[in-house]
Structures are given as C-alpha cells and as structure tokens.
C-alpha cells in the first residue's frame, strides 16, 4: 500500500471517533490520507484532529472560494487511489443511491472516477430499515464497495448489525483493494455455487436449509476483482449478485448440477453452496391437503445428485476443485475425510454450530484442507476470506502453468 493515496470522507456518525484510527493505521501503512469531513461528522470529531493525524488540512465546504482556487471539488474527488467512506451513514448511503450532491461529500462521490469502498455505521434499525437495504443494494449493483457493519452492542444501547467494522478491518479491505495481485486471474474460468437449494413437496412447500450464500457470493466476488471469468451458479437466497459476475439461478440440486455443467469448462470450481443431500421422492403436482381424518402424510426422500463429486469425475474436471464442508463436530477431521472422498483437491472446512453465528453472519473462521495438510485461517470477514481465498487460487494456478 506504500505510495498509495485515499480520500477518506467521514459522516456524521459515533463512530466517527474510530474513524481517527483508520487515519493512523493508514499512515502507518505508507497511505497519505487527504480527508472530506461533513457537517455532521464535524459534531462528532473536530478538523483539527482529522488534519494532525492526516497531515493535510480537512476539507468540509463545498462553496469555499479558496478550495475551489486550489482545488476543485472535482479535483479533489479523483485527487486518490481510493475513495474510503467511515462511517457511511444512513444518509450518505441514500444520497449516492439517490445520486445526490447537495455538499462536497456526496458531490466528491458523484464525481469521483475512483472505486468506492463504504463502511456503513448506524443504529440496527436503520441499517434493517428497507430503504437502507434497498439503497445498499442499488450501491453494490452500482460497483461500490463495502466493509462490515458488524453485528455486536451499539452505542445507542441496541445489539444486531450497524457496528462500523474495526479500523484494522476496514485497512484489511483496503490493503485488499490495492493488492498487486489484482489482475492475477486475468484469462482464467471460475465456477462458483452459493446458496441452499429447495426442494419441492409440493407447489407451496419445498425441504430447504439456513444457507444465506454470503460466503459464496463473497469468494465470487473477489475472484472477479483479481480478473476471473466467474459463472454463480445461485441457490434462492436474498443478496445482490456481485458486479461483472454472470448469475444463473437455479431451485434444486438437480438444476444446480445442470447450470454447472452447461459453465464447463473451467479452470476452478468453489462449491460452496450447501447442496440438499435429499429430495422429495415425489414432488405433488397440487398443495397437499389436510383431510379431515386421514393419516399424516410421510415424506419418502432420495438422495440427490453430489455435485462435487460429480464435478472430481468430470471429463472437464476444473484444474483445481474446491469444496466446501460446513460441520457442526469434529470439523478438521470430518473435512479431510470429505476432501478423499469426493476427489477434490481442497476443502475450505468451518463450524456452523449455531452458536458460532457463521450461517447467516458477516464472519467466518475457516481451516483450509489440502493434500499438504490442515491450515488454521484466524477469524475474518467473509469478503476477507473470499480475497485470501482467491489469491491463493491464483498462487496454485499460476504454479501449475508453469
Ligand atoms: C448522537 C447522534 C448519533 C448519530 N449516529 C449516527 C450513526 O451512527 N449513523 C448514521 O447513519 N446516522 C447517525 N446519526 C444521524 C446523522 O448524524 C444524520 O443523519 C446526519 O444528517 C448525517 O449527515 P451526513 O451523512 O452528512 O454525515 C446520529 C445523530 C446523532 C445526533
């Protein structure tokens, strides 16, 4: 990151505070850091703070006369490597979806020509509001980048997601932004599977499970940044497909196995999604209906296609085959024996007791499975994970070309 330059704008949240921190884990980093504060933000921490850490003086106003001599707003929104926001608030989210410049923060996102990565910070209803879920949506599909919340105790007293993530994480993605090996799998083919499927009983009701495909759309999304041609062969789920990445849909196993195999060949495979293991021996054309007095209906199922193992036995076997085991005991153990049997060559292994909050949660603390043994990877956020995970790819790729 040496050399490297952001232009941090800073909302009006508490946890501006945290903000000051970034500003210094990115100096130590070799970042300069020029910084656009707003009114808001202005309420929280002082310029004068922002500017001794930063080095540089703040800019806040959008009309000032000298700014505008100096450096345009203009300018100044492409002057950086990277436009960071922390804390986005629930306002600047909605200003860029709305795509609003009524100040120089949101001006400077309007017009800068730089990627944008966004650290949301609220209240958890305002983060679980539907018209911040809607904006966020809108910023992903619009190519912007985001880092947390987390989920933990707020400052307004509540728990759940709106935690702006720790300033190390938000250096994390950031260092991830600028790594060199952006571009590093320009040229190779990606497949990767996220998501649960359903299976149907009947028109109304399907046997499913707690996949959210966050991990998965999460390890999509770093392979397209380094550059893959990446196939998401979806589960139903409720995210926003990451950009430059072609989605196919899917319900069941069996269609899920078919979209795989129409995105061969390919150089890599990541088959994250937690396929059903069983399906509905018969699929009811109409709803079941409860009948006065008759038995309770049971349910007869039988296995469905393995999608991984499948995958090993291709003809157009992917070069490198990764699954995934989601365990709830004995995870390492479990996880080996899966890598032998399927055929694949790694398996990224976690603990999805419900305790650990992993099936649904932001984090994931994964053990890496190869042929070389087991890695312990520490706690991370799953976009951090999805990064590791793709370097490493591009890593085993590139030794195998050669
Ligand atoms: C004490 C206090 C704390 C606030 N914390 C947040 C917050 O964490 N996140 C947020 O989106 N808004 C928060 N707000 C509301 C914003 O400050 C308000 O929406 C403001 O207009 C945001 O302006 P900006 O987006 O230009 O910075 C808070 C307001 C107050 C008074």
Known sequence: MRGKSVLLIIGGGIAAYKSLELVRRLKDRGVSVRAIMTKAAAEFVTPLSVASLSGERVFQDLFSLTDEAEMGHIQLSRSADLVVVAPATADLMAKLAGGHANDLASTALLATDKAVLMAPAMNVRMWNHPATQRNLKTLKSDGVLFVGPNEGDMACG??????????????????????????????????????????????????????????????????????????????????A??????????????????????????????????????????TANNKI?????????????????????????????????????????????????????KGCDWIVANDVSPHTGIMGGERNTVHLITANGAENWPELAKSEVGSRLAARIAETLKGKAA
């Not at 190779?188 to 996220?194: C, G, P, W």
């Not at 995105?263 to 059903?276: E, F, I, S």
């Not at 090993?312 to 989601?326: D, E, N, S, T, V």
């Open 158 to 239: 509540e728990f759940g997601p709106g935690r702006m993530a720790e300033p190390n994480e938000i250096a994390s993605a950031i260092e991830n932004y600028f790594r060199s090996d952006r571009g590093a799998l320009d040229g190779v083919r990606a497949l990767v599977t996220a998501g649960p499927t359903q299976e149907p009983l009947d028109p109304v009701r399907f046997i499913a499970n707690r996949s959210s495909g966050k991990q998965g759309y999460a390890i999509a999304d770093a392979l397209a940044r380094a550059g893959a041609d990446t196939t998401l062969v979806s589960g139903p789920v409720e995210i």
């Open 289 to 341: 209906k409860k009948e006065k007095g008759a038995a309770t209906p049971s349910i007869r199922l039988i296995e469905n296609p393995d999608i991984l193992a499948t995958l090993a036995k291709h003809r157009q076997r992917p070069q490198l085959l990764i699954g995934f085991a989601a365990e709830t005991e004995d995870v390492v153990a479990h996880a080996a024996a899966k890598r032998l049997r």
């Open 241 to 282: 497909p990451p950009t430059g990445v072609w989605l196919l849909k899917v319900t069941t196993a069996r269609e899920m196995l078919a979209a795989c195999e129409s995105a061969l060949p390919a150089d890599v495979a990541v088959c994250t999604a937690a396929v059903a293991d069983w399906r509905p021996e018969i």
